[in-house]
């Protein structure tokens, strides 16, 4: 079975500080995974995945995650805060990306003028 | 890009009715799309996957009598609360995978609030 674990439901930051969302995982299987952003009332948007190739991943909105087997995190890091990153963020874990989703508990990121 | 509607976006419905919701894959063809529910503050529930041309896949703990997944067609797919109860009250939202390259991609409704009153 798989599993998400992201420590912190909330995180805050001043803007332009440097974000940094924690993701751990647990695989029987090498895992494909993806951190997504919900804004309220809204549906999610990928911002990310990593799929067993590059180890560091970069994706939109100046967001990147890097894989650590050894530590089996896929934290999700940012080094400038912007107001509009205030969100919720979702890291998630599939065996291949075309099945189904398991999402962590999510991280409220707080962004402080 | 690929693109997945749900409609209605917002529905308010009376205790004991039956809604239905539906999840639209706008320029893509999906054999299966998922169903989650989302609770407020709280993470996505996998519901079922609904597969096209045969029944749906129900998690443990999912009410299939109740909550009724229909895969019409290649870009359709509709989740069908029957008899809905206050508990039902939910933010539900679809997704359909997408090769891209050598994975997939899961793209997301922007969801259904349900109220049931």
């Known amino acids: 079975a798989q599993s998400v674990t992201q420590l912190g439901s909330h995180v805050s930051v001043s803007e332009g500080a440097l974000v940094l969302l924690r993701c751990n995982y647990s695989?029987?299987?090498?895992?494909?995974l993806f951190w997504y952003v919900q804004y309220p009332n809204q549906g999610l948007q990928l911002l990310l995945k990593?799929?067993?190739?590059?180890?560091l991943v970069k994706g939109i909105n100046g967001f990147e995650a890097e894989f650590k087997k050894s530590e089996t995190s896929f934290h999700l890091t940012k080094p400038s805060a912007h107001m509009s990153d205030a969100a919720e963020y979702f890291c998630a874990v599939s065996n291949t990306g075309f099945q189904k989703l398991v999402f962590g508990t999510g991280t409220r990121l707080l962004v402080s003028p | 890009g690929a693109v997945v509607s749900q409609h209605p976006s917002r529905v308010i419905c009376k205790s004991g009715t039956s809604v239905k919701i539906e999840c639209r894959s706008l320029?893509?063809?999906?054999?299966?799309m998922f169903w989650y529910r989302q609770f407020p503050k709280k993470s996505l529930m996998l519901m079922a996957t609904s597969n096209e041309g045969s029944k749906a896949t129900y998690e443990q703990g999912v009410e299939k009598d109740k909550f009724l997944i229909n895969h019409a067609s290649l870009t359709l797919s509709t989740l069908t609360v029957t008899s809905a109860h206050p508990e039902d009250s939910s933010f539900y939202i679809c997704?359909?995978?997408?090769?891209?390259?050598?994975?997939?991609?899961?793209?997301f409704g922007p969801g259904t609030r349900l109220t049931v009153t």
């Open positions: 320029d893509f063809q999906a054999t299966t």
């Open positions: 997704s359909a995978p997408l090769a891209r390259g050598t994975s997939y991609e899961q793209y």
């Open positions: 695989s029987s299987v090498p895992p494909y």
């Open positions: 990593y799929t067993s190739a590059a180890t």
